[in-house]
């Protein structure tokens, strides 16, 4: 029996309520150990929109057809089309992506230097209201965007990627509204100088992208494109969305490899080498766009956009010069990262706890929580330089012009007098892009003083923790790179004496420690900052640090993005089972749930119509029973017919006047097997007459005849490994006694049932029975 | 009917066969649609020593008792010792490296001393004689380990090992004995000349470095510390084997994370996100163990090992400058490299199948091939360079010596005049890793001459045809990379005056092409040549040959360790299923096995040593059969017990006097989890006596209650995608049917039954059903 309550009408505004109050935390009813026959099922209670994709190949009469008689040359047509769209994805999200950066470049830019020209002026309040009104309707416009338009355009969105392709499909998610809104409110959002990156939303336009393409266009304008139908599947939308997930990083780092490591290490559920192979083509076509804008941008046509190349902070001019005695510096270096990390997540979980009261209380609660942190904002980054005592410029040191009055450089002149620098203005009053760069510049010992990364620092933890949960695109990489960075420093300049590693490399220490602590990954992460930076002689120091704090982290709390999938109430399927789960069978599972809807093989209209009425299961189990004379009544499963193949029958009125199997060939007369990939809308929207009501289907050339199924003696842990591995949405019970009253089938197993929070919430003694083991 | 003919004792010597003739082609009955008696199934008639591992979870009351009693302190024990086996097995792998390098360096510069020695004093016939025996005796040193000590330390290993992550186990290959003739045979087989690389024996010598760890020692002298012996099962075996695949790759190549990608995307079959970061400490530990070494070794006290750093083949110094047209040489190198090494790859297959023929008549001729390879070898490389001319040296453009006379260093004497340097002799009198060097260096255009690198390419494409297959450790990496970086710096030659690319650059590229042509990999040899040669700025070139060339060797032939897989014949289950298995159900496989054995719940001691007396079956289906009253005859799958286990209870003679099931404390008194986890020798070993076997066994306890299942009618390619993707090695098949008749399991499928090429041989109008599709 089957509870995939997806679709559930009066749901629809589940989705911008609280997450902390959505029902997967209340089963809607207590455990029963009795059949029920409540069309609510105990075990995956949880009412959300959120549907399950459906990654399995059906292979019913019509699949089967299909697949014979598809000639060579439409899987090259396959063949093709998906090489093409791997490109397309490369493509458009490079250019995007180049656009984006230019817009924010060139408002930032043109903002800034009016800024300093009033601040050379001495009109310090005239720069003030100018720099914070300038933040305010950016952020405004933002916000506007984000509330009207596209609600799920909040937030980095790689939470939503990382459940897609568990199998969890948000909606609205990948539209075009969405892609829009993310694009012009990414674009706002950071020139208004909110701490927030547009790492995170160019993963989700990437993604935005594939899907787009992948469907042919828009919901409402998709191209009927013949070769575009193979690509009517979850499978392949699954791969494409993966190849455009991987070409955001990339974009957002300009690191191919680490764009295609990011989708496998944190993103992706399932790989194939094939993918890796696809991922990696389209990163490629990504990078060769974004270095042919900066090649054309070298002639300086792009405004103000800078003359930056491939690698984004690049610290490769320092040697890197250590010993078996920097090993200790490092592991503190790691120590540290692990514990702020974690703790960082810690805080933030509560923060969005907060927000997301506030957030629920309507647009208006969302635009004013917005534009307050905007105005905090501005606020700091303006107010805070003004602490800071000028610094002499040290002209040998620096053979880069000091102090600079234009957008570039590592010494901002601000309020000081002639041949001095302000330190902190030189990394609050620019792009966080550069603040980055500055504060991961190399051979510049003594540039920053002690005070002013102390005040970065604060600022920074502060600004990353309030600015997160707004009602803008916002992604995490930057505001912790941002951070760590002015931590690693900070911790490189008290190590001074005792160290031979150069401070810039600190900072990078710092920035990789720091992201490892809060989101936990490895070897993506290590290749990012090597991309990055392009030092490769700071690679093993970089494996260990990155160890050392993941470790660290892991002893505290889950990843950032496991946290926030938890708040969204996301059913993401864990790749390893939890130890309690080896004590309870799928058999227990299907006992409390409620008596499994079969369907014959030949069946009435009026039992289908019924059926689809009065339950929301979204698969039906067919089982045929013949009375064969002379040994007795014997029952077959047939397999599984999925809902939307009903309402096909219905809307196309295949009825039969008398009860018998059709002809194979009257099945492929009325349906194609594009027919079958469609969705087919509710049972609300079919109309039945009466008389048709007494007439039958034959169900059995529309049946998937190979689902996968288990004993009901299976253990949930061994179930749900073979559900995750295989990338099921249905998973049939058979019966483990074969005799004369024992029915063929007796259960469905869906995501919701093996969701361990859906379990002990039905089984609360489970988990007592096993300690849960402690993360590291 | 399960069917794992892994145990046959006369098939001993099936190993050291010729591949080509080996059973796995010649089915031994011909396809047979009625349900046969034989003991030899059709499907999987293959006999061969390789055994199926298990990386199922035996869930059996045992197992159960001791999960739950598992305390806490125990599971951190677990989780320590896993970490310490990826920290030995990094460090080991580093040691031992350094070893290996040491040797070879020492070995083979003193040799070309005193080679270059004799030529300065033009005794040029001493010199070759000297060379030649020097060359002898080191390769007869390195045949005869191999030939009388280990067979299997033959070859790379990479092929087995893969095979292995698949749950193919190689007997013998893993052992200490394996190991050192590994070690041993690489150090004489490099050293003397011969035209192959540590790199693939680097990467078996990590597999058996973990292996001998996670088994606590040698087969004969394992340590029995308690802690070890949670790892006595094949899963946590396959992980710690996973760590030394990347430790070794890593250790080859200096390159971590490359040997992380490498073991993703190469070796293993399965992965999960918690190995990544394992194997990745593993190979981070390598890199600083190899790092120590260096800067020990930059003191000088390690004899003629230079002074190299962590970086191979540096190419950093040159500004990599490319532009839009750039594109279409890159092109070329790939399409070329592509075609090459598909090329190389057929040549090869043919030239193994030949060399099989000579190794199958004895040791003798592997030892006589062996010999003249090496004479061959030693006579080119000695010979070759007198046919090129000398080349005056250019002052302006070498900052380096010219003409070098000691062991590094770009510009040998060898038989030229003073101030001339003869290229062809620096390219072949030289260790590979210098060849390579050297062939890749940096702003040095005019160094070689077109006919000196023509020579060398066309010499390292024999000999590197010739060489691969003698009985001595060889690896492929380096021969391909050689041949690869001629023909790149020719091609670079050729394009001259129409390219910004340096020379240097175009022999990286073209070693890049050639790899990807022939081993078809795209992620990991990315990073592995950027891990090489540190030039971050040439990555979006190399992707893009890397790309074209695996597409273009796609066309033509699978990759070269596919073909050593089918070489060998190891049952290596793809992941992707062929198109024909959706037309084949289980049920037919299972109709064409002999009939299932099964036993009873509580079975007579007689009949279970019958069964495994008469079958070579490794698991048995366990049926309850009970006659409920008012009911009928009900029939209950119990389980699956393995044959192991069975013979464990022979062994320690649990035999019950009457027919009764057993209480849980009686089976934990005389079992415990160690003993189920050993495995039990034959049943040859096994005593008997008449009373006992009327005696009866209560199976119940020792079952594994939860085996994975399918129903008959699924088709045999979904049925291979869950085999695969959970990691089984058996799998039950389950009637469509219920009714009074039908028994409640109808047969086992195992790894045998789902190659492609077994059903083939039993189905053979299958494949003509459909076209099998392209490869590209």
Sequence with gaps: MEKDSDKLAEQTNQHEKDPETNTLHQPLLKKNHTLSSSQLALVGAKVSRNESLDYEINENDLFKHDWRTRSQTQVLQYVFVKWLLAFLVGLLTGLITTVINLAIENITGYKLLAVVKYIENQRYMMGFFYMTAVNFVLTLFATLLCVFFAPNAAGPGIPEIKAYLNGVDTPDMYGATTMFVKIFGSIGAVSAGLDLGKEGPLVHIGACIASLLGQGGPDNYKIKWRWIRYFNNDRDRRDIITCGASSGVCAAFRSPVGGVLFALEEV?????????????????????????????????????????????????????????????????????????????????????????????????????????????????????????????????????????????????????????????????????????????????????SVFSLVIFFVLYCILGLFTF????????????????????????????????????????????????????????????????????????????????????????????????????????????????????????????????????????????????????????????NTLVPSVGQMSEVHGLVLRAHLLLVLKKKWFLKERRRTDEWEVREKFTWVDVAERWGTIEEVAVTKEEMEMYVDLHPLTNTTPYTVVETMSVAKALVQFREVGLRHMLILPKCHGPTVPPVIGILTRQDLIAHNILSAFPHLEKSYGTPKRC
Tied chains: 1, 2.
């Design 268 to 448: 992706a559920t399932w790989w194939r080498s094939a993918l890796l192979w696809r991922t990696f083509f389209s990163t490629a076509v990504v990078v060769v766009v974004l270095r042919a804008f900066m090649e054309y941008c070298k002639s300086g046509q792009c405004g103000l956009f800078g003359e930056g190349g491939l690698i984004m902070f690049d610290v490769s001019d320092v040697p890197v010069q250590y010993h078996i005695v920097d090993l200790l510096p490092v592991t503190v270096i790691g120590i540290i990262g692990g514990v702020l990390g974690s703790l960082y997540n810690y805080v933030l979980h509560k923060v969005l706890r907060l927000y997301n009261i506030i957030n629920a209380k309507g647009k208006f609660a969302k635009i004013l929580l917005s534009l307050t942190v905007s105005l905090f904002t501005s606020a700091c980054l303006y107010g805070l330089p003004f602490l800071a005592s000028c610094t002499p410029c040290n002209r040998s040191a620096a053979d880069s012009e000091c102090p600079t009055t234009g957008r570039m450089g590592n010494f901002k002149k601000f309020n000081c007098p002639k041949g001095h620098y302000n330190d902190l203005a030189t990394l609050l009053l620019t792009t966080s892009d550069d603040a980055v760069r500055n504060i991961f510049s190399t051979n510049t010992p003594g540039e920053y």
């Design 469 to 624: 949960g707004i009602a803008v695109p916002s992604g995490l990489f930057l505001p912790i790179i941002l951070m760590g960075s002015a931590y690693g420093r900070l911790l490189g300049m008290a190590m001074g004496p005792y160290t031979t590693i150069d401070q810039g490399l600190y900072a990078v220490l710092g920035a990789a420690s720091l992201m490892a602590g809060s989101m936990r990954m490895t070897v993506s992460l290590c290749v990012i900052f090597l991309e990055l930076t392009n030092n490769l002689l700071l690679l093993p120091i970089t494996m260990l640090v990155l160890l050392i704090s993941k470790t660290v982290g892991d002893c505290f709390n889950p990843s950032i993005y496991e946290i926030i999938l938890d708040l969204k109430g996301l059913p993401f399927l864990e790749g390893r089972p939890e130890p309690w789960m080896r004590n309870i069978t799928v058999g227990e599972l299907a006992d409390i749930k409620p008596p499994l809807v079969t369907l014959s093989g030949i069946e009435k209209v009026g039992r289908i119509v019924d059926v689809l009425r009065n339950t929301t299961h979204n698969a039906f189990a067919v089982v045929d």
